[in-house]
């Protein structure tokens, strides 16, 4: 007797590919922050890869070993160039900060006059000439009490470069088979969707495009205006800060940290003037570039809110790490753009019928 019911003929499918995917979910899971990794920086180089294609007469294999081997110089050459400037910095910081112990620089008559500031400056001053040993002491004692940290961080460092590694073997497959991945996806979608997936998808592609390199080149132009100004101002490392406002700069109110910092430095070394003229710098030019070019870079493909954007980078962060300062943007950008396709599609439906 058959006690097989056609509605179990089509839950019993369902719920194995619904267990399948959970396992595939669980397997993959580890690997979700290079993947996305990867994701963004084929999606933003693509255009390059797709010329190294054509030049090497549709050879994908090759093309995408090329497009890979680039792409890991572009990686892996500014870190290397970034760790010798740190080694070079580190090696003048410490001497100056001994310097700082032993010979604390006055604090000028300006600052004096600064209420609160002025006085701790003082206090601070004082208690370094009157014991330098004592602070060296109790500078030595707060590093070996933070030993473990230091020794998790170098840890955390050796784990991201794994990571990267990781990333640009990935690349290599995105670049030799994204076209077949996005096709297949594409027929996938549409057989469960319909045919309007493909203006879904289309809009999702332009506004992910445009969010990617928004922040990308908003991030950038704002740590190369922030190393100008630095520069200017005599710090001692202008790189590794324009460096470090471009990276803050991918966090949205960010860059105030990195040039607040600088300023407060220079401070510290007595130049007044040059701190208040990279505060003066910062405030009006670094931080007003994100108000003006983010949304300039972005509105100029896809009209998305920057509120949204905002959530995005904010919400990413905290979900996923650092790969979240792309990843929450695009996930909101492709639902604004699946819900204004969806809400056009049917407004067109409504005024044909």
């Avoid at 693509?46 to 090329?66: F, H, M, N, Q, Y």
């Avoid at 922030?226 to 590794?240: F, M, Q």
């Avoid at 949204?308 to 790969?323: K, N």
Wanted: hydrophobic residues 60%.
């Amino acid at each position: 007797m058959n006690t097989i019911t056609p509605l179990s003929r089509r839950i019993v499918p369902w719920l194995a590919l619904g267990g399948l995917a959970l396992l595939a979910f669980m397997v993959i899971a580890p690997f979700f922050a290079p993947i996305a990794w990867a994701g963004v920086l084929v999606y933003a180089s693509w255009p390059v890869a797709e010329r190294i294609r054509r030049w090497c007469s549709g050879r994908d294999t090759l093309a995408a070993s090329l497009a890979t081997v680039l792409a890991a110089i572009t990686l892996f050459l500014p870190l290397v160039w970034l760790a010798w400037l740190a080694q070079q910095e580190i090696s003048r910081v410490y001497p100056a900060l001994q310097t700082f112990l032993t010979e604390p620089p006055p604090v000028s008559e300006t600052l004096r006059g600064l209420p609160w500031l002025g006085e701790w400056l003082v206090q601070q001053q004082t208690i370094l000439i009157a014991n330098p040993e004592g602070v060296s002491a109790a500078v030595k004692t707060w590093i070996a009490t933070h030993l473990n940290d230091i020794a998790m961080l170098v840890g955390g460092v050796g784990k991201n470069l794994a990571k990267l590694v990781l990333v640009v073997v990935i690349l290599f497959f995105f670049y030799r088979d994204g076209a077949r991945i996005v096709h297949e996806l594409r027929h996938v979608l549409a057989r469960f969707i319909g045919p309007q997936v493909h203006d879904y998808l289309h809009a999702a592609g332009t506004t992910t495009r445009a969010v990617v390199y928004g922040i990308l080149l908003t991030a950038l132009i704002q740590g190369v205006a922030a190393g100008l100004g630095y520069w200017v101002a005599g710090l001692a490392s202008p790189v590794v800060f324009g460096v470090l406002t471009a990276i803050l700069a991918l966090i949205p109110f960010g860059t105030p940290v990195a040039w607040g910092a600088a300023g407060f430095w220079l401070l510290l070394q007595g130049e007044t003037g040059a701190a208040i003229g990279v505060w003066i710098w910062g405030a009006t030019v670094v931080s007003q570039l994100d108000n003006v070019l983010r949304p300039l870079f972005i509105s100029s493909v896809s009209p998305i809110p920057f509120l949204l954007v905002l959530f995005g980078v904010l919400g990413g962060l905290l979900a996923f790490g650092l790969v979240g300062l792309f990843v929450g943007p695009i996930v909101l950008a492709v639902a604004w753009a699946a819900w204004r396709e969806w809400a056009t599609h049917l407004q067109d439906i409504e005024s044909s019928g």
